[in-house]
């Protein structure tokens, strides 16, 4: 598939509850989408950008990263949410089980 393609297959996915995403652009391996309707101001844009946007478009040839226009995470919890969603395993590393609240709404084991 090409970024278009898939970019087109995530959007249908997100119209099923309000959202929408569009292609702006591709320059040097280098994805531009708008999230918009409903996800637009959605507190879970961040989450659904890095485990399901960004992933699917990274699987396409050429595409070295996905940029989301008026992204407004802090870049700190940015990678955050990047390191756990690579290992959601290790609690340990975001202060679960250290009286603290879990990132991923999972209670500490």
Avoid at 47 to 60: W, Y
Avoid at 93 to 100: L, T, V
């Amino acid at each position: 598939m090409n970024t278009r393609a898939v970019a087109d297959a995530l959007s249908r996915v997100m119209r099923s509850h309000g959202g929408a995403l569009t292609l702006l652009a591709q320059d040097d391996g280098v994805v531009t989408v708008r999230m918009g309707g409903m996800c637009g101001a959605c507190p879970a844009k961040p989450g659904c950008l890095e485990a399901t946007i960004r992933p699917a478009l990274l699987a396409v040839e050429g595409v070295r990263d996905v940029v989301a226009e008026g992204s407004r995470l802090d870049p700190a919890a940015h990678a955050r949410l990047r390191r756990f969603l690579e290992d959601p395993d290790d609690r340990n590393r975001f202060g679960a089980g250290q009286g603290q609240a879990d990132p991923g709404g999972v209670p500490p084991r």
